[in-house]
């Protein structure tokens, strides 16, 4: 009966989380509503023990790796091509300070761990993969997400992002080869948020995509 009880509650928050994206998909905070519905669920907990399994974000953990705060001043300063420029310009033509993306509850564990890993390498895989922060881009990041870190979160802003698009009558096919890329480029890359992105800031682009396994041209 309790865990009965408890799966319901599980459930009323997911519906809650993706009610409130469905009104406004755009923001940040809807987003982060749906994350925190999916908060300690056994969907989640399947994540970390995918995520866990693998030896270079095990070795994150194990060592309470943690990136460096960003100067998002000295990352716009660095030359153009550089993940860090890159990376700078994406956050400021977005209006977007690196604060905002960081989860601000403490590590207590490997959980915590990954979830804050997910969210502060948002945008950096956004650089990476090259998909926009438009509808299709951020549909094509979820999937992404999906193929690389059997995300719950992806697959809810994915229903979401397709719901939501069939309600407002919008075409399908960017959305569906967005998606499709996606998959693609998810199964057969690296585990992008197992590397240590923040310490190769002065790295190209090209050469983390090369590292990652990732199209050096994604439009290509």
Known sequence: MRINLQQKLQSLRLVAGLSRFLQNPDSLESVFAVAGS???????????RHLLEHPAMAALVAEHWRPAPIDLEALAQMPPGTLGHTYANQLR?????????IDPRPIKGPADFITHRLRETHDIVHVLTGFGIDGPGELGL???NLAQNRSPLAVMLIFGGMLKALQDDEPLEPLLS????????????ELVIAARLEEGWERTVEDWRRELNLPLDPGS
Do not use: H, N, Y
């Open 38 to 48: 999916l908060k300690d669920s056994p969907l989640s907990t399947q994540m970390q």
């Open 93 to 101: 033509s977005l209006g977007i300070t690196p604060e905002s993306l």
């Open 178 to 189: 967005a998606l499709a890329r996606g998959f693609q480029l998810g199964l057969q890359a």
């Open 142 to 144: 979820q999937a992404f």
